[in-house]
């Protein structure tokens, strides 16, 4: 162990998923800051090493990588239940090893910030026991792009991830966070995984107040992306124009008025 | 009024708030997409038009500006009560003006995302109902660069905004947020004025319970910022270390546990 550890910075992803078509140059999705860090990490910790690696091939083309990609060290993140994940399982503090031989660490989700709404809380957090630094380099979040973009609460907001899937829980679970909202004025979000993106928005329409409004907001970087917002009497009057997509994940806010 | 409205574009600013030494490339901290968008932007909706013409100076080093910047329009939200924004206000209409004559806006705050613990909601609302197209460019939010960096919980996470001034509602709102933490498992996160953010703590460390952690963050992009976390029983013996900055916004966070 080195007498002082090396940092563990929470470098952003784009919020692209990879999708084809998109800029060759990184630096027009990602501030430069992160690109230049990213480039001299020798050691990451990832939710899929698949995309960190393309991910790195994004960074090589803009700012060399310190060494050469097959010689960096990738380690997968232990996975949590598909599409229900939990933060409460505590890593093991071998995942933070490099760090506390005085190594700086990446850690780094598929999109957007890691550590937010995926499994690397955990690290961040047995970084923190363990007296490494913690620096998270500026990056975009969908989630708070979507509140901003929502036009919805954004003094008082709340993410709260996965809703049930069957559908009496889903109900019930959607009431509740209608609930909440209207009691504390707090606009509530929620993400799914894209091919029930379609379900989600029927739910949150048969389930919710008229004057209630609900924003959707998907593939925010890509021209594709939109972000738009209603009440859910309007969206049931006038959802013929929204081309929900079924391979983006969307993230669907909303908000009690009244 | 065109046939087809102008976009309202949310531009991301920095978190430095202009701090001395910064670097003179504003494509370190933001994405050059970003910076590309409000280059030729001649209309903006801003917090603060003093800060806003700062920005655009640093865009106009990076990429030059389409119009001079004394013939820009640049108009200021109206403002909330200091400290204690409220975003129920209607904005007048008048106000996207620009967009309804069929040329794109700009909207932008003194620091991250617009709309985001800022007076922009309003105005992105009356977008929304206008059917101004709303395209948030990414860019980074202090508020979830600290749920990133707390090492608490990601999955679900609400932002509150301030906390009340006076002693006693102070305390029984953050009892009530810790048991809004309990119950929900959500870490919850305020801010306060630069001032006040001794005291904050201070208050957080008095009325919460011993295992309750206490999430920190400060100036995250710059040379002196920082988040730390810890229990409340450890920040109780363990705080000589935290230089608390009275001069920069912090962002806190709770996660009640057990």
Same mark, same amino acid.
């Given at each position: 162990m080195s007498d002082r550890p090396g940092t563990l910075y929470l470098v952003p992803n784009t919020l !692209?998923? %990879?999708?084809?078509?998109?800029?060759?140059?990184l630096a027009e999705l990602l501030p430069r800051r992160a690109i230049r860090v990213a480039a001299r990490l020798e050691h990451w910790l990832c939710e899929n090493a698949r995309t960190t690696r393309a991910f790195l091939k994004r960074v090589d083309a803009v700012i060399p990588l310190a060494r050469p990609l097959q010689q960096l060290s990738i380690v997968e993140l232990p996975r949590p239940a598909k599409g229900r994940p939990d933060a409460t399982a505590p890593p093991p503090l071998q995942l933070l090893a490099p760090a506390l031989a005085g190594a700086d660490l990446g850690l780094i989700s !598929?999109? %957007?910030?890691?550590?937010v709404a995926d499994p690397g809380a955990a690290v961040v957090a047995a970084a923190h026991a363990a007296s490494i630094p913690v620096v998270a380099l500026p990056g975009a979040s969908a989630i708070v792009l979507a509140v901003a973009a929502?036009?919805?609460?954004?003094?008082s907001f709340a993410f709260v991830g996965y809703v049930p899937v069957a559908p009496e829980p889903r109900a019930a679970r959607i009431r509740e966070l209608e609930a909440i909202s209207r009691r504390h004025r707090q606009t509530q979000l929620m993400i799914e995984t894209p091919y029930r993106n379609a379900a989600l928005f029927e739910a949150l329409l048969a389930h919710l107040q008229p004057a209630t409004r609900v924003c959707v907001s998907a593939g925010?970087?890509?021209?594709?992306g939109f972000t738009r917002t209603n009440s859910v009497v309007g969206w049931r009057s006038d959802r013929a124009g929204l081309a929900l997509p079924n391979d983006l994940p969307a993230i669907f806010a909303l908000l009690a008025t009244g």
């Amino acid at each position: 162990m080195s007498d002082r550890p090396g940092t563990l910075y929470l470098v952003p992803n784009t919020l !692209d998923l %990879g999708e084809a078509g998109l800029p060759d140059d990184l630096a027009e999705l990602l501030p430069r800051r992160a690109i230049r860090v990213a480039a001299r990490l020798e050691h990451w910790l990832c939710e899929n090493a698949r995309t960190t690696r393309a991910f790195l091939k994004r960074v090589d083309a803009v700012i060399p990588l310190a060494r050469p990609l097959q010689q960096l060290s990738i380690v997968e993140l232990p996975r949590p239940a598909k599409g229900r994940p939990d933060a409460t399982a505590p890593p093991p503090l071998q995942l933070l090893a490099p760090a506390l031989a005085g190594a700086d660490l990446g850690l780094i989700s !598929d999109a %957007g910030l890691p550590a937010v709404a995926d499994p690397g809380a955990a690290v961040v957090a047995a970084a923190h026991a363990a007296s490494i630094p913690v620096v998270a380099l500026p990056g975009a979040s969908a989630i708070v792009l979507a509140v901003a973009a929502s036009g919805l609460d954004g003094q008082s907001f709340a993410f709260v991830g996965y809703v049930p899937v069957a559908p009496e829980p889903r109900a019930a679970r959607i009431r509740e966070l209608e609930a909440i909202s209207r009691r504390h004025r707090q606009t509530q979000l929620m993400i799914e995984t894209p091919y029930r993106n379609a379900a989600l928005f029927e739910a949150l329409l048969a389930h919710l107040q008229p004057a209630t409004r609900v924003c959707v907001s998907a593939g925010l970087t890509l021209e594709r992306g939109f972000t738009r917002t209603n009440s859910v009497v309007g969206w049931r009057s006038d959802r013929a124009g929204l081309a929900l997509p079924n391979d983006l994940p969307a993230i669907f806010a909303l908000l009690a008025t009244g």
